[in-house]
């Protein structure tokens, strides 16, 4: 118990999965220590939820060797089933139960002891910001309610290692946020988690190391700053009304490319209101600005940087 | 714990969890599950009663059509639960809850079991109100308390034989649209075809023979035979034959289809 985070949670060597002719996984290599966050980040097809569906024992697969929290994935999936817990893609809440016994069923099935089931419920309730509307069904909730119920349900048996399977898509920005503020709470218990994403600005929120899926192979892997070095940096883009303006403010700036047909500046800067101000002091008041746009590098450019295709799932 | 009381308490949790959804259906479930034979009972009674009261001769023995009806209607109310059985489990194989509990250590039958535990449940039940209103509307019958108690053991074992066979439908069916369409011929043509409303004999000879033979004619005869206090014979153990062989049937339909559909 003295040094769990060098003991590895998920170790894979040439994970392989191919249905009919069709090759969705080949030779994933996955490593992962315990109480890190790791993120697969993935455009759609890419085989992130396949990767989750055959580390959660839900799908057998071909693998050089396969091991979950020290367990077997095939020869001792039983064991592997009590440290882990899963949240799938798609909401798998029970329609017709309250959001309270929800999770009394996921700790009932746990086979929780009576008097810590109702306990560990009240608390993850009230973690998940659910105690309101605990005695309703789902059918009122909104979709980031529905998230976190789903998320709540996968901790009720205090599993060490978690799969989340993009457990933001399809949130507004204040529930991703809160979302993010959760994930990283579960870090701070010491809870393994494998979470799948398309985003790179949340695998590079939440993640200690991000592993990038194209197609079935993984690409790149490495902390989000060993990757954001491989990728074109943030910038913005300042709009002028005249090409006089746009050297008056190349000759300021002293940085940047210009594109004279469209009047645009290019100028390294990432984005953050300190430097944004830097920049439009050092132009003063007498260069017009038409525009300015902050451009930050999304899984596009990633994807372009480490592969040189955009990321638009490819149809075989 | 040993894996028998594991498995014992998986069970009850399923169990647990399909109570409360019929708890919160109830309004849904009282119309499919009661108001509809009673529907039946009254269009075929008042309105088509007088011709097929009529009709039936001797084989009423002089009582009136509701007496002949009910227990076709009973034998309705029971097969009417297929639907709701096998939409429920479907729901399950489509929503993401199976593959929820298979990533945990839930014991494998846990979930069928109680589906089919609580669909009978449900079965009984809506066969208890549909008797209690068709004693309000006029219905007479003859039965001792051993016949009642066969009468429960039979619509008990009918239950129990068509709620695997729903359950298997729930499982091999995509959608649960599907899984509701795939029910109607054990809901509805089945028991049409059979002595439900008129005798088989009475029918054309290119289902006369199958209407006279089919399990559902079994079942509804026999009931029929021990609530009007006609002579039984061995239609009961015909029927509880037919219900032993569908239970099996559907068991091993349906246990083939969970092994196969979350593979
Ligand atoms: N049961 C299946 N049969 C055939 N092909 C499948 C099956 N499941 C997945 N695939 C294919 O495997 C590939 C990877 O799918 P997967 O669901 O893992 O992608 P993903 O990265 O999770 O994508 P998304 O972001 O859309 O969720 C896809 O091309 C998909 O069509
Ligand atoms: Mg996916």
Redesign the pocket.
């Known amino acids: 118990m003295t040094n769990l985070k060098t003991r590895t949670a998920v170790s894979v060597n040439g994970l392989r999965?191919t249905?009919?002719e069709?090759v969705?996984?080949d030779g994933v290599d996955l490593s992962i220590g315990e109480g890190e966050v790791f993120a697969l980040l993935?455009?759609?097809?890419?085989?992130?939820?396949?990767?989750?569906?055959i580390l959660s024992t839900l799908i057998p697969a071909d693998a050089r060797t396969a091991s979950v929290m020290g367990h077997d994935l095939r020869r001792e999936a039983a064991a592997v089933r009590n440290v882990i817990g899963v949240t799938g893609?798609f909401s798998a809440v029970d329609n017709w139960l309250t959001g309270e016994e929800n999770l009394l069923l996921m700790g009932r099935l746990l086979h929780l002891p009576a008097t810590e089931l109702r306990t560990r419920a009240a608390q993850l309730l009230e973690l998940f910001d659910l105690v309101d509307v605990a005695r309703q069904t789902p059918a009122t909730y909104s979709g980031g309610m529905k998230r976190r119920l789903d998320i709540a349900m996968t901790l009720m048996g205090r599993p060490r290692l978690i799969f989340l399977?993009?457990p933001t898509?399809g949130l507004d920005p204040r529930s991703r946020h809160t979302m993010w503020l959760l994930i990283r709470d579960l870090r701070a218990e010491g809870i393994t988690i494998l979470l799948?994403t398309?985003y790179l600005e949340e695998a590079d929120q939440l993640a200690d190391r991000i592993a990038v899926?194209d197609r079935?192979h993984i690409v790149a892997e490495g902390t989000p700053e060993e990757l954001k070095r491989r990728v074109p940096g943030a910038h913005i883009r300042l709009r002028f009304a005249d090409v006089a303006s746009l050297d008056e403010a190349a000759r300021e700036l002293r940085e940047g490319t210009r594109d004279d047909e469209k009047l645009v500046l290019r100028v390294p800067n990432d984005g953050g209101i300190r430097s944004l101000r830097e920049v439009l002091a050092r132009l003063g008041d007498d260069v017009a600005v038409e525009g300015l746009s902050i451009h930050t590098p999304d899984l596009d450019d990633v994807f372009f940087a480490l592969t040189g295709n955009a990321s638009k799932?490819k149809s075989? | 714990m040993t894996t028998l009381t594991i498995a014992a308490q998986d069970s009850a949790t399923m169990l647990w969890r399909e109570i409360k959804h019929s708890i919160r259906l109830l309004r849904l479930l009282i119309v499919s599950a009661v108001l509809v034979p009673v529907v039946m009972l009254l269009l075929f009674d008042y309105i088509l009663g007088g011709t097929l009261g009529h009709g039936l001769g001797a084989v009423a023995r002089g009582a009136p059509y509701v007496d002949y009806l009910v227990p076709g209607i009973l034998m309705m109310t029971v097969a009417g639960g297929c639907g709701p059985t096998a939409i429920n489990v479907s729901m399950d194989m489509t929503g993401g809850f199976v593959d929820r509990i298979r990533t945990m250590a839930v014991t494998r039958g846990a979930l069928l079991a109680g589906h089919v535990g609580v669909s009978v449940l449900r079965m009984l039940v809506a066969t208890a109100a549909v008797t209690g209103v068709a004693l309000l509307l006029g219905f007479r019958p003859q039965a001792s308390v051993a016949d009642w108690l066969a009468v429960v053991g039979i619509v008990a074992a009918f239950s129990f034989a068509l709620a695997w066979l729903s359950a298997a439908i729930g499982l091999v069916t995509k959608s649960v649209a599907g899984a509701n369409g795939s029910t109607l011929p054990l809901s509805f043509l089945l028991p049409f075809v059979s002595s439900t409303f008129v005798p088989a004999d009475s029918m054309p000879a290119g289902v006369r023979w199958f209407a006279a033979n089919q399990p559902f004619t079994a079942v509804v005869d026999s009931l029929r035979a021990l609530l009007t206090g006609s002579p039984v014979g061995n239609t009961a153990y015909l029927a509880l034959a037919w219900c032993a062989v569908i239970a099996l049937a559907g068991y091993v339909w349906a246990q083939a289809a969970f092994r196969r559909g979350t593979r």
């Open positions: 999965k249905y009919g069709k969705v996984l993935g455009p759609n097809g890419a085989g992130k939820t396949t990767i989750v569906r893609q399977d993009e898509t799948t398309q899926l079935g799932e075989q």
